[in-house]
């Protein structure tokens, strides 16, 4: 994209979610790969960004288990997660126990329906 | 001119605190002017010499100008950068820059929050704050900030390093067995290691020891130049060096989880005050959270990068140990209301002068004190203080 673009890097990352599409961003100068999406480039300063789909697979990097009380909804996790591209998110690890996840293990990226909002979540690779 | 030039040329002339625990039915900024009278009362000087200010706050993106007209002062030199607790540690170059251009004579650091009592309370301020300042690419899967960035934090280093849970445990403990000894401090019941790791889980590997104390405080400080200080009512703390580093908001922007940027801010202050770790009597260290305190002693040389559990174990930092950390108890059981950098500061200050009672560390003339900032140590500032023998 290009700093005249009449829309953001982050309205568009949001449209793309909302029609089910991850897309994040590589920097036509340096060829990094960069998340969360941008308008100019945190490796180069360049302004080139282009969309670019990523393998949608990758690794717990850490993960935590946020206690809430069972009538609240209960506990749930929130993990970062180093996509094999090399960026990292925090996202949740789903199909799985909160406990059960761990650092190291392989995940997997599907957009779902976040109260009208699409949103990045990840399973277990072994579990599908 | 390098930072160097600026080494014990500032002192600390006089240092406050006012409404530590519960101060009920006052106002962040009720107890921030009282805790300002008492630093400037310390130092030996009255409000209208305080020409310089450096002060901030969470919920007001303009808070100096709320101090100005609350204290009455029109200061010629104003600092109001929030990178979060770190910030009151970070005010000290600028303002030390400031004093040593003679562009004013008197500064004073100033701090205050209700956040335990106030009757808007915790709740609605976070809310509010995501608000005013999105967090898009984290708030959907509802972090309980700030305990889960550094448990992602603490996840990483156990993970990394072997670092255990009874090693965070053994950080609690420390700064509790402090906090007996502080007559100021919040929470002064015996703690054991069991009690820590038995209690109640808030984000995994934290139980709720493991996460500061949520209380109000106010602390205030007053900063002039060294010759001055000589002639005022209290023995000058200089200020050998401050240093900051800045690298990132969140937990998913950091770049290693298990390095902080007081790695280049304890490099840079420790170079220009000629000193080194070894040669610190005394150290108080932002503990947030307990993983703060292994981060911060690994980080600034303590000792090595993953060693820090294991650095702290058996009462090492505890009264008695081999290295005196957090006295007053540290956030985890002194004080904490929001942002605790001035507090660790001060009892920087209150150390070095002797005045620490039960606590002392006996003949200390050197002192470390590094703030922390932000939901996953996005800044850090380090400053290192010593008394006249030290210079």
Not at chain 2, 150 to 168: N, S
Not at chain 2, 331 to 345: D, I, Q, R
Not at chain 2, 351 to 361: F, K, W
Request: charged share 20%; with cysteine.
């Amino acid at each position: 994209m290009h700093a005249n673009d009449p829309e953001g890097a982050e309205a568009r990352y949001q449209a793309q979610l909302n029609e089910g599409r991850f897309l994040i961003q590589r920097c036509n100068e340096c060829d990094k790969y960069v998340f969360y999406p941008r308008v100019v480039c945190p490796h180069c300063g360049g302004a080139s960004l282009a969309w670019v789909e990523p393998k949608g697979t990758g690794a717990v990097y850490s993960t935590t288990t946020v206690r809430r009380k069972a009538e609240a909804g209960g506990d749930y996790d929130v993990s970062l997660i180093e996509l094999d591209e090399g960026v990292r998110m925090m996202s949740r690890v789903e199909g799985v126990a909160p406990a059960e996840v761990k650092i190291g293990m392989r995940v997997r990226a599907k957009v779902v329906d976040d109260k009208g909002a699409g949103l990045v979540v990840f399973t277990a690779e072994e579990a599908k | 001119m390098s930072l160097k030039d600026l080494r014990g040329k500032i002192a600390i002339a006089g240092v406050g605190t006012a409404g530590c625990g519960e101060a009920h039915g006052m106002s962040d900024l009720e107890i921030l002017s009282l805790a300002a009278k008492i630093a400037v009362e310390d130092a030996g000087l009255s409000m209208k010499d305080m020409d310089g200010l450096c002060t901030a706050n969470l919920n007001a993106a303009m808070w100096p100008l709320n101090v100005v007209e609350c204290l009455g002062i029109r200061p010629k030199f104003v600092e109001g950068t929030n990178i979060g607790g770190a910030a009151f540690v970070a005010h000290q170059l600028p303002a030390m820059l400031a004093l040593d251009a003679g562009v004013c004579d008197a500064v004073l650091v100033c701090y205050g929050s209700t956040q335990r009592t106030a009757a808007f309370g915790r709740k609605e301020r976070g809310a509010a704050r995501i608000l005013l300042d999105p967090d898009p690419f984290q708030s959907p899967y509802q972090p309980f900030n700030p305990p889960s960035s550094y448990a992602l934090i603490a996840a990483r280093h156990m993970y990394q390093y072997g670092t255990t849970r009874r090693h965070l445990a053994e950080v609690a403990v420390a700064a509790r067995k402090w906090a007996q000894l502080n007559p100021e401090a919040f929470s002064r019941d015996p703690l054991d290691i069991d009690t820590v790791l038995k209690a109640r889980m808030i984000s995994d590997p934290f139980t709720a020891y493991d996460c500061c104390l949520v209380t109000d405080g106010a602390a205030a400080y007053v900063m002039t130049r060294a010759e001055r200080a000589k002639d005022l009512k209290k023995k000058p703390i200089y200020i050998l060096s401050n240093a900051t580093a800045v690298w990132h908001r969140s937990v998913s922007g950091m770049r290693d989880l298990t390095v902080t940027p007081s790695t280049e801010s304890g490099e840079r202050a420790f170079a220009a005050a000629g000193l080194g770790p070894k040669d610190m009597d005394v150290v108080q260290i932002y503990d947030a959270f307990s993983i703060n305190t292994i981060l911060a002693l690994e980080d600034l040389g303590f000792c090595g990068k993953g060693e820090g559990g294991p650095f702290v174990e058996n009462g090492a930092i505890a009264p008695g140990g081999r290295l005196p950390v957090n006295t007053n108890g540290g956030g985890l059981s002194c004080v904490h209301p929001n942002m605790y950098g001035a507090f660790a500061t001060i009892e920087a200050a209150r150390q070095l002068r002797g005045e620490c009672g039960e606590r002392q560390v006996k003949g200390a003339t050197t002192a470390l004190v590094n703030g922390n900032g932000g939901n996953s140590s996005s800044s850090q500032s380090t400053s290192v203080l010593a008394t006249a023998d030290a210079l």
